[in-house]
């Protein structure tokens, strides 16, 4: 009872603060559907692997992520068979705190060279009793994305969970906030164990947003304390020095991650590095470019207008995209879902990265349903609903992009369109 006391009375130090991470809302919502717990298995031993979830590392590796509650080795041992493990592979653990929290063990391996497009059965930590599997990428197109923003963990995060599990994807990419846990820790662990069925199986490849921050002014000063801790990704391999904005390829996509809460002014290392990793991007190996943002550049719904983590990393990086020929920009941040076409400062351009707003994966503040009227013309589809999106890159030229609608508990397609890459357009050449 004491736990519980004093974790309500973070709660309510936290909401003091919450301005500072943009939770503050001034439009309407309607009602979300509950929260889920999901609390550890009682079956389960203080050394049983738990909340698992994996990343690539590299062109055929792969980050196994795993939480024990007390120690146990950093192992996994993997093979092609169930039950038969012919290899190993050792790494780090480590743990936080967080006012009076204080994280279980999380363990840290990078297993590989692994196959492409290849089945794997693992264990974490040699506990005989867990065999889990993982699917590797294709090694070349055409591979599918599932892309979801702002999952939380409600009724509707388990309908969106649900229909991503259907959809046989390769990897799922995720613009930021994800647990929303919002200095509740806890609530990091609950939703490490309900994502850990899809994310166990394939790649999860992360970016933050502002419910990552969980930084308290005096209190807590240190903000992605949780964040960078639990979800380490591969940045070292794309010469970041934060983990809060990275790039990696896979199949024929090079994929950017990016960063809307850390410094994005042309005088930054977010800035410098993007302006260093679009360089080096060979359009033959790679010939597609998505880029990952949280705050979304362009927004025709009320919520979320006029913030700077949109208006002025738009405006120092915007070219930058534009530029390299970036065929998507993808962000959550926005509970809709919005598709707008080509476009750049703000008008239309052929040339120009499609913008898609995908922050509807079932959050717990609800739907933003109030949308600008009349609508711009740059903005093609806007509905405020719950779901996901699944992005086909089929070959070098072609892509199909479908939002799937979760209508009740059903995945509807609502929205499909068929995109050429910017590489292959005469007329966009650089």
């Known amino acids: 009872m004491a736990v519980i006391k004093r974790l309500v009375l973070v709660f309510v130090l936290a909401t003091v603060f919450a301005g500072f991470i943009g939770c503050v809302v001034s439009y309407d919502r309607p009602l979300a559907r509950k929260d889920i717990s999901m609390p550890q298995p009682e079956e389960f031993s203080p050394t049983s692997p738990q909340q698992v ?47 009076i929290y204080k994280s279980g063990e999380i363990h840290d391996v990078v297993i590989g060279p692994l196959n492409p497009n290849t089945v794997y059965y ?4 040699s506990d005989s009793s867990l065999e889990f599997s993982l699917k ?115 199949a024929g996509v090079h994929v950017i991650m990016l960063g809307s809460y850390t410094d994005f002014g042309p005088d930054s290392d977010q800035f410098k590095w993007l302006q260093a990793d679009l360089g080096k991007i060979n359009r033959g190996r ?63 351009d052929n040339c120009a990265p499609v913008h898609i707003t995908i922050g509807d994966g079932g959050n717990r ?17 806007r509905e405020a609903s719950f779901g996901h999106g699944q992005l086909e890159v089929l070959n070098a030229t072609h892509t199909v992009w479908t939002w799937h609608r979760n209508d009740d508990d059903v995945s509807v397609v609502a929205d499909t369109v068929w995109f050429r890459s910017l590489s292959s357009d005469p007329a966009c050449k650089v």
Request: charged fraction near 15%.
């Open 53 to 99: 979830h994996i990343s690539v590392v590299g062109a055929d590796k792969m980050r196994i992520s795993w939480i024990t509650k007390s120690s146990a080795p950093a192992i996994v041992e993997y093979g092609t068979s169930p039950g038969v493990y012919l290899k190993s592979a050792t790494g780090s653990t480590s743990s936080y705190r967080y006012l």
């Open 122 to 125: 693992y264990r974490c930590s």
């Open 136 to 250: 590797t990428p294709p090694a070349h197109l055409p591979i599918k994305f599932a892309v979801v923003g702002d999952l939380g963990q409600t009724g509707w995060t388990n309908t969106t969970l649900e229909h991503i599990g259907q959809s046989n994807y390769d990897m799922l990419l995720l613009p930021g906030d994800l647990a929303y846990a919002d200095f509740l820790q806890p609530l990091w662990d609950s939703f490490g164990h309900l994502v850990e069925p899809l994310a166990s199986q394939r790649p999860w490849m992360v970016t933050e947003g502002n419910h990552e921050v969980e930084k308290i002014p005096a209190i807590h000063s240190t903000p992605f304390t949780a964040y960078n801790a639990r979800w380490h990704m591969p940045f070292e391999e794309s010469g970041s020095n934060s983990n809060l904005y990275y790039s990696f390829d896979v």
């Open 286 to 348: 790679t010939p597609w470019i998505v880029a990952i943002i949280h705050a979304p550049w362009y927004n025709t719904n009320t919520a979320h207008q006029g913030e700077p983590e949109s208006d002025l990393m738009k405006k120092s990086m915007e070219g930058l995209l534009y530029n390299a020929r970036v065929d998507f920009v993808f962000a959550g941040h926005v509970h809709a879902y919005e598709r707008f076409t080509h476009v750049y400062n703000g008008k239309a």
């Open 365 to 381: 503040e609800g739907l933003a349903s109030k949308y600008m009227n009349p609508k711009p013309e740059i903005s093609v589809f």
